[in-house]
């Protein structure tokens, strides 16, 4: 496990941007990306970067970590969504280079295990960008998520719901009720993880997710098991540490 503190959240986003660069685009390899507040930022100046020196995008494949489950793939709340306006679009991606869980039919538990399915038969992500939530959450994977957990469906929280009504003035009738996720034990089988965390906010996260055992109630804290994982932090985020 390697610990990089810098000390502006510019510095961390200029890394991962490299980070993402370098290895979806320049390596080709397939690159899950993750598409919270944290991640949005990276994918701003990678798209920056793109418009003031274009560089070869063919070779780009990425994947998501996590969607909502019973929303259209092009209303702005999907994570579907977020992906094409923050990397498709800008970074003039053919569709067949995205790998999505709206592709596949079926209850969500369904599409969770045929998601999963295809990206082994791709041969797996090789790289993955995570966020981490303030509870030290994984992509869906919220406190008591089994460490053993593949991708799945999951209920979603009344608070990521009320979340989505605030931010998305989705009407009540309509606020998904479920998600599909990559698991732990799927992230963990990943070769290469960068760990993204800025901010106060997530300085609690981190620390627990650090300076704990690994505990199912901090599904961050796995991570201390995976022998290729970089957090990458700025000054505020590693504060406690």
């Not at 949005?40 to 560089?55: G, H, M």
């Not at 538990?109 to 790289?127: F, K, M, N, P, W």
């Not at 732990?184 to 996260?205: D, Y």
């Amino acid at each position: 496990m390697k610990i990089e503190i810098l000390q502006t959240a510019a510095q961390v986003n200029a890394k991962a941007a490299w980070h993402f660069i370098r290895r979806a685009a320049f390596d080709g390899v397939l690159t899950g990306v993750a598409t919270g507040d944290t991640t949005r930022a990276v994918y701003a100046l990678v798209a920056a970067l793109y418009e003031t020196a274009p560089f070869d995008t063919s070779k780009i494949r990425i994947c998501a970590l996590d969607d909502y489950a019973g929303i259209e793939g092009d209303h702005p709340a999907s994570c579907s969504a977020r992906i094409r306006a923050q990397l498709q679009v800008p970074l003039h991606l053919r569709s067949e280079q995205l790998i999505l869980p709206e592709a596949f039919p079926g209850t969500p538990d369904a599409v969770a295990q045929a998601y999963e399915e295809r990206l082994t038969s791709l041969g797996g992500i090789q790289t993955q960008l995570l966020g981490i939530g303030a509870d030290a959450h994984l992509g869906f994977c919220r406190p008591g998520t089994p460490f053993c957990s593949p991708a799945h469906a999951v209920q979603l929280p009344e608070d990521t719901r009320q979340m989505l009504h605030r931010k998305y003035t989705l009407e009540i009738k309509k606020l998904p009720r479920c998600g599909v996720t990559l698991g732990l034990k799927s992230i963990m089988q990943i070769p290469e993880l960068l760990v993204i965390a800025t901010g106060t906010a997530k300085a609690r996260a981190v620390y627990d997710s650090l300076h704990h055992a690994p505990d199912e109630r901090i599904p961050a804290s796995i991570l201390q098991l995976h022998p290729n994982v970089t957090w990458l932090l700025d000054a505020e985020a590693a504060s406690l540490l």
